[in-house]
C-alpha cells in the first residue's frame, strides 16, 4: 500500500511540475489571430501574424489576410514595401524579451518595432504574454502615447 501511495504521489508530482515548467517557458513563437482595433472592421479578426525568433529576436510577418484579397499590396507604403504583398511582409521587427513580467499582461517582449501597412506608420512596440494572448502595443515615444490590441494563438 505504501508502494501505491508513494507512486501516485511521485506522479502527481511530476504532472503538476512539468506543467508548471511549460507554462512558465511559452513563448511568442507561432501563428497569432490580429484582430481589428479601429475602424470599420473593428472586432473582426484581420490577418494571421507569423512570429519567428532569429538570434534570439523575434520578428512577424503578415501570412494570411482575412478580410482583405489575399493579393493586396501596401499601397501606403513607402520606400522598398510600396506596392510590396502584404502577404509575407515583415511587420514586427527586433522584439526582444525584457525579463520584465506584468502581473495581469505577463512577460515584456520590447525593443523594436512595428509597421501599420494601412498608415504607412512604424511605431515602438511592447508585448506581453498571458496564456494564449499575446497584447500588443504600438507607440510614439512613450508608451502612454499609443494603443493595444489583443492576438489570439492559433491552435
Known amino acids: 500500500m505504501k508502494k501505491i501511495l508513494a507512486g501516485v504521489m511521485i506522479i502527481i508530482f511530476a504532472v503538476v511540475f512539468f506543467s508548471a515548467t511549460a507554462k512558465a517557458e511559452s513563448t511568442i513563437i507561432g501563428t497569432w489571430k490580429q484582430i481589428e482595433d479601429q475602424g470599420v472592421n473593428k472586432g473582426k479578426a484581420a490577418s494571421y501574424i507569423e512570429i519567428f525568433e532569429k538570434n534570439g529576436v523575434y520578428f512577424g510577418k503578415i501570412t494570411k489576410l482575412l478580410i482583405d484579397p489575399p493579393d493586396t499590396v501596401c499601397k501606403k507604403c513607402s520606400g522598398d514595401l510600396k506596392n510590396k504583398p502584404l502577404v509575407g511582409m515583415i511587420i514586427l521587427k527586433d522584439m526582444k ?5 506584468d502581473k495581469e499582461l505577463g512577460p515584456e517582449y520590447a525593443g523594436g518595432t512595428i509597421l501599420d501597412p494601412d498608415e504607412d506608420n512604424t511605431y515602438k ?31
Open 125 to 155: 512596440c511592447k508585448m506581453w504574454l498571458k496564456d494564449d494572448v499575446l497584447t500588443v502595443r504600438g507607440y510614439i515615444g512613450i508608451s502612454l502615447f499609443g494603443r493595444s490590441s489583443q492576438w489570439f494563438r492559433l491552435k
Open 97 to 101: 524579451k525584457t525579463g520584465n513580467v
